[in-house]
């Protein structure tokens, strides 16, 4: 079933776009992990146009955010990801998470080090985002969950970028584009179809 976003944030192809010296944007876990992790299963068209468009703001002097909370999503991505190459490779028997953590020493090793040269990939590129995970800041989330229909580590960047005043999300994630008042930096072809049929795809 195709799923019918209706776009609230203003939408811009980074397929088309040119970032600028005044851009500040606050980015996605499924971004970096474009970036940083080769061992996704991922279309190369798609990690080709977030890597020229990243390349382009940094030489263009942009501003990328990195925020902390990143590290536990993509560490979880790592890790899951790892585990289902290694469970490909070795069929029988099943590997759940818990033993694929406890019970393989050289695997978990090959996680750590992974999840790692990640996170030191990312903290080159980005700038930090300091915010911390308040009870104030909960609260809000639990708020913007009954209306925003993304989950909730996306609540908390959504969080993150307002308490920083950073509307600019660069991301592949269609739920960002269900947000209103912010500016979603995207090449994901079903939210750009669905912005440009609803008015708002921005072309700057």
């Known amino acids: ?6 776009v609230r944030a203003n939408v811009i192809d980074i397929g088309t776009d040119t970032p600028t ?6 980015v996605d876990t499924n971004v970096w992990a474009l970036l940083v992790y080769t061992r996704m299963t ?20 942009s501003i990328l955010r ?23 490779a070795n069929p029988t028997p099943r590997i759940v998470t818990k033993e694929f953590r406890h019970n393989l020493p050289i695997q978990r090793a090959n996680v750590v080090s992974e999840i790692q040269s ?32 993304v989950d909730g580590y996306d609540l ?8 920083l005043g950073v509307d600019s999300i ?20 079903a939210v750009i179809e669905e912005a440009s049929n609803q008015g708002k795809l921005v072309v700057r």
């Open 1 to 6: 079933m195709p799923i019918q976003y209706v």
């Open 21 to 26: 010296n005044s851009d500040e944007f606050l």
């Open 42 to 61: 991922s279309p190369r068209a798609k990690v080709a146009a977030y890597s020229s468009y990243v390349n382009q703001a940094l030489t263009n002097g």
């Open 66 to 88: 990195r925020c902390g909370l990143t590290f536990a999503e993509i560490a979880h991505l790592i890790e899951k990801t790892e585990r289902e190459i290694y469970q490909t």
């Open 118 to 149: 990640a996170w030191a990939q990312i903290k080159s590129m980005g700038k930090a985002a300091d915010v911390m995970v308040t009870d104030s800041l909960t609260d809000n989330s639990v708020v913007r969950i009954q209306t925003e229909p």
């Open 156 to 163: 908390f960047l959504l969080e993150a970028s307002r308490l």
């Open 170 to 189: 660069l991301t592949d994630d269609g739920d960002y584009c269900s947000v209103a008042n912010i500016r979603v930096f995207t090449r994901n072809r």
